[in-house]
């Protein structure tokens, strides 16, 4: 399902389309994961005209959500956090999700 795999043997990062979100809806769906994937870039799209990059680091177990609107995105971060758990079974709870300061949008 991603777009691009990078890093030694493809298998880095992995860069995931809109698309991904619509999936997460899914109370089914899952990810696949390569045991070597380090980073997940997703782009989170909403209120029609804004943009936002959730990027996924599967070994620590933390979610950074980048936003120049310093929105917090409450209800597609849940749902990334609950398709990495089902990825990851191990993981369940001990998710971080961080949400640093970045230049604000002008």
Do not use: M
């Not at 804004?50 to 959500?65: A, D, F, G, N, T």
């Not at 191990?90 to 230049?103: E, F, I, L, M």
């Amino acid at each position: 399902w991603g777009l691009l795999q990078a890093g030694k043997d493809k298998k880095d990062v992995l860069v995931l389309d809109t698309f991904f979100l619509q999936l997460c809806h899914r109370s089914d769906y899952r990810i696949r994961l390569h045991r070597n994937h380090q980073l997940v870039f997703i782009p989170v799209h909403y209120s029609g005209n804004h943009w936002s990059l959730v990027v996924v680091y599967p070994k620590l177990h933390r979610i950074v959500v980048l936003d120049s609107f310093a929105q917090r995105l409450e209800e597609p971060v849940d749902q990334i956090r609950r398709v990495f758990e089902r990825a990851l079974p191990s993981s369940k709870g001990k998710w971080n999700v961080q949400h640093p300061t970045v230049p604000q949008q002008s």
